[in-house]
């Protein structure tokens, strides 16, 4: 059976770009007898609000969408201490202490997240008090072998991890120990998803859940990477100054339904386009 989800963080209201991220993975899941899963990706500790979750629910309620919800991330915090653990004692996890601006200064290579870690700790042994710690990638391949995944747009990929350079997969905030990397990795198998919708923003990170999965010894999903939405400027939708948030619509007492439906057919509102998807590799 297929199993999608949507999984927002609650840091900040929803808006369209959720919306339409909601109901394709919704509408997916639907139109092949599956589930459609709600899981509230709450770690960060320092701007996650739990008042927001409840808004959440009644967007996609207003929306039209039925959901199961699962347990959130703040749920699973021992899972990706143990997933962590694991990984370094098999000597695969490194500390690091380099801040932003000492990556970016020492990096040769911009990846799809920016500046690309130069891996200046790997093997050398940083103070792991108040680290990160971060994937030796390199390392990490040779032993796994080669991989690929499935993306079911754009057919069979083979996994490059060291395009996004060694990743964290613990964040050196104590309130916020995984990163997204390692906790949605977990989360995904934890609730079997078996087909994971998500944007295209996300796509380079699939080649770092796939290392992760071979790793941990977790199912492998298919994947679908959709258009994002994006504003005037080309750039992916985001909360604006102005742009009302879908909690705002629904209480101004716009239809959600016909909303979720001019997006399916894409009708989209003045100023939002649909941006590029994936086509099949040859
Ligand atoms: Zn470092």
């Known amino acids: 059976m297929i199993v999608t989800r949507f999984a927002p963080s609650p840091n900040g209201p929803l808006h369209l770009g959720h919306?339409?991220?909601?109901?394709?993975?919704?509408?997916?899941?639907?139109?092949?007898?599956?589930?459609?899963?709600?899981?509230?990706?709450?770690?960060?500790g320092t701007r996650s609000r739990a008042e927001l979750a409840d808004e959440f629910r009644a967007d996609l309620a207003w929306l039209g969408l039925e959901w199961e919800e699962?347990?959130?991330?703040?749920?699973?915090?021992?899972?990706?201490?143990?997933a962590a653990d694991k990984l370094r004692r098999e000597g695969l996890l490194y500390p690091c202490r380099c801040t932003r601006g000492e990556i970016a200064a020492a990096a040769t290579?911009?990846?799809?997240?920016?500046?690309?870690?130069?891996?200046?700790?790997r093997g050398a042994s940083a103070d792991p008090v108040q680290a990160a710690w971060r994937l030796n990638v390199a390392e990490a391949l040779r032993r796994t072998g080669p991989l690929s995944w499935l993306d079911e747009v754009a057919g069979e990929q083979q996994a490059r991890p060291e395009l996004l350079g060694d990743v964290v997969l613990v964040?050196?905030?104590?309130?916020?120990?995984?990163?997204?990397?390692?906790?949605?990795?977990?989360d995904?198998?934890?609730?079997?998803v078996t087909l994971v919708t998500r944007g295209m923003d996300l796509f380079p990170a699939t080649h770092v859940h796939r290392l992760l999965q071979a790793l941990l010894g977790l199912a492998v999903p298919t994947w679908h990477h959709h258009p994002l939405l994006l504003d005037e400027t080309g750039h992916k939708l985001a909360k604006r100054r102005g742009s009302p948030s879908l909690a705002d619509r629904r209480h101004a007492g716009e239809d959600g339904r016909a909303?979720?439906?001019?997006?399916?057919?894409g009708r989209l509102p003045a100023g939002i386009t649909l941006g590029e998807g994936l086509s099949r590799q040859p």
């Open 19 to 44: 919306a339409f991220s909601a109901i394709v993975a919704h509408d997916l899941a639907k139109a092949r007898g599956g589930r459609f899963l709600l899981r509230i990706e709450d770690i960060d």
């Open 70 to 82: 699962v347990p959130a991330q703040s749920t699973r915090l021992d899972a990706y201490a143990k």
């Open 109 to 121: 290579k911009v990846g799809p997240d920016g500046p690309v870690y130069p891996g200046t700790c």
């Open 171 to 186: 964040r050196k905030e104590p309130e916020t120990p995984a990163s997204y990397h390692l906790a949605v990795t977990i």
């Open 188 to 192: 995904d198998a934890a609730d079997g």
């Open 259 to 265: 909303l979720a439906d001019s997006l399916r057919a």
